[in-house]
């Protein structure tokens, strides 16, 4: 079993950055793939980011390459999603996920495991 607390979130303007972070509670957290989704009103969640439970894969949506940053620090049990040059598209609840198969999956519906969301919003 995995808890996960998203903190972080919070009013930026475009251009700016936020860095989320996924605190995980539980055993074997390394041992876990981890993600960020998010999700727009009325949508399903979408996958942001994604690193494999080894650290030696990670995919990205196309829309927010070479912006959005995965990271984990296993010592803090923490997983980071560093976002930079935010733009009001990015507007959205973000959620951590884990799921503990070998094989890093882009749906939603393969990961067990949610934090609560934080919102993140950038104006214009």
């Known amino acids: 079993q995995v808890q996960l607390v998203e903190s972080g979130g919070g009013l930026v303007q475009t251009g700016g950055s936020l860095r989320l972070s996924c605190v995980a509670s539980?055993?074997?957290?390394?041992?876990?793939?981890m993600a960020w989704f998010r999700q727009f009103p009325g949508k399903e969640r979408e996958i942001v980011a994604a690193?494999?439970?080894?650290?030696?894969?990670?995919y990205y949506a196309n829309s927010v390459k070479g912006r959005f940053t995965i990271s984990r620090d296993i010592a803090k049990n923490t997983v980071y999603l560093q976002m930079n040059s935010l733009k009001p598209e990015d507007t959205a609840v973000y959620y951590c996920?884990?799921?503990?198969?070998?094989?890093?999956?882009?749906?939603?519906?393969?990961?067990?495991?949610w934090g609560q969301g934080t919102q993140v919003t950038v104006s214009s």
């Open positions: 539980g055993r074997h957290f390394n041992n876990y793939n």
């Open positions: 690193m494999q439970w080894s650290g030696e894969s990670t």
């Open positions: 996920a884990a799921e503990g198969s070998m094989v890093l999956f882009h749906s939603s519906e393969r990961y067990d495991y």
